[in-house]
Structures are given as C-alpha cells and as structure tokens.
C-alpha cells in the first residue's frame, strides 16, 4: 500500500546509492522530518506527477509505487547528483530523446516553482560551478585570488609564465571526469606546466593558468547556510602538494577557524548565486592569508566528516528541516 507523507515532507532528490544522501536522509530521521527520496531516472516510468497551478504555486501528488507526497506540503529540497529521467525503450528515436527533455522540463521546472530552500538548485549549481564566473565574484566580495590566465593563444601562455613570479599551474575550467571510451572515468588534475613545453596545442580549447600560490596547506571550507566547517588539509607527498585530489592517503586533517574577513567573503559569494551550499577550497600562504583556489557548489563532504567529525551532514539536515522561509 501506498503511503501519503504529511506533515512538511523533504524532497530528496539523488541516485538510490549514494552514501553521502544516506548519511542525510539519516539525520532527518532522527528529527522525525518525513522524507520522499526519488532519482529522477524513475521519472516518469515508476514516479509519477499529476500537479496544477491556477493563482499560486503548483499544486498535485508526486508518488512512486510506496510514497506519494503533496508538493504544497513539501518543506524543502534536498538535489544531490541524480540520474536524468529516462523514458520507456518503446520510444524511437528522435522522440525518445524529446519525450526525455520534456520529462526534465516537467519535473525539474514544477519543483522550480516551489516556494521553498534548495540544497542546492541545479540552475544555480550550474552557474555557480564554472571557474571564469566564480573569481571576479570573489574578488568583488573581498577574498584574495590567484592571478589567472583563460586563452586559447599559446604565446598568450607563454607570456603568461614569464611575467610570472613563481611556478604556473594548468588546471580545468570546471569539474567533470574525462570518459574514455572503454568506460573508463578519471578526473583531471591540476599540474604544473614546463614553460617550453607550451605548443600549439593550446589553441585546441579553452586553458586555464594561474601562479602557483605559495603555502604552508590547504583548506576545505564546507558552507551550509550561514553555519562554516574548515578543515585544514595538509600533504605529506608531492602530487598531493600540487593537488590534495591525486592522493588522499598522503593526507592528514584537523579543524580550524575561520578568519573574519573569509567568512564575509563567502556568504556574500553564496548570496550571489543563490546558494545554500559551497565546498570552498583555499590556500593559506605563509604569511597567514587565505587564497581562494574555487568553490564546487556540490562539492563531497563525507570524506573530511569522516576524518575531522565536523558536522555537515546535521546541519544540512536542520537546514532542510527548517524548510519553508
């Protein structure tokens, strides 16, 4: 039998194994907030959506074959990396790839109209999450940022590591593993670039080149509304030096605080995108200055509640149990 979810139901929206949605899903249980968690893979094949709208926000039932929920309920929504709706293999092509756009469109823009929190609306992850956008964002907000270089001009990059007082390094515009065609997925680091080996390769794509900023370690700074989780994050090998993401094991992990001045910087870059959420990764110099490097605005986070203990998982859960504004 089906059950109805009342009393200010959490969307939960993420594929059905994924750890970091469970360790949530956990901490909104303890506070006995009801949760609906669906992929939007199942969509519309085994969740269905029936909803309306006359003078105010959208009004229906959104249920699978054990939940269903009245979306004016919900309270708030929590988007985590799901899979995109998939249609029936009746469909041919080209109206099967239609049929699965008009799904998105469908359940992704009637959860838009929601008047309610989002950890983290996918249109806002999306702009929040390229690089180019994210740096003049931050300098206008008052944290310190690397000297940067975008071109697809390999004299451009030349110059660029001349004129540079130190190392350069290249690294991708935004996140996203490289697919291979044996399926293989693997992610591209960040690396330090040889001057003479700049080619004409460079025209092929867009590059990105920044001084390499000198530190004594790095931080992840997890933001969850207002409330900052830092973790200090220092590398005992040199891939890890040059990017902590090639090699956890050389790892080590203490907390730490937040100076004044970052703490402002950061919320004011998350109210400019519209965002509950940010993995903010930064470089602290020797003379204790915080270099913002980026922000993933989905960035992961068990890991460091894993090594520090540092409650993110608790307070994205009170953040969703607080719902509506």
Sequence with gaps: MRQHLSGGPVLVVSRETDPTADLVVDELATRHVPVMRFDMADFPQ????????????????????????RLEDVRAVYY??????????????????????QALAGI?????GLPVPW???PDADGMASHKPGQLPVAAAHGLHTPRSLIT????????????????????PLMGGPLPYPDGRRTGIPTHLIDPASIDDSVSL??????ERVPKTHEVRLTVVG??????EIHACSEASRVDWRTDYDALTCDTCRVPEDVRAGVLGWLDHFGLNFGAFDFAVTPSGDWVLFECNPSGEWLWIQHKTGLPIAAHIAELLAE???
């Design 226 to 231: 207002t409330e900052m989780f830092a973790a």
């Design 46 to 69: 085994a969740v269905s959506l029936s909803v309306e709208h006359h003078a105010a926000p959208w009004a229906g039932v959104l249920a699978d074959k054990f939940r269903s929920v």
């Design 108 to 112: 992704l823009g009637t959860l838009y």
């Design 152 to 171: 697809t001009e390999p004299e451009a990059a030349r110059r660029f590591c001349r004129d540079a007082d130190g190392p350069v390094i290249c690294k």
């Design 119 to 121: 950890v983290n609306r």
């Design 205 to 210: 794509t867009a590059h990105l080149f920044q």
């Design 323 to 325: 719902g509506r504004p």
């Design 80 to 101: 985590r990396r799901p899979h995109l709706p998939a249609v029936s293999d009746e469909l041919q092509e080209p109206h099967r790839t239609w049929a699965e756009e």
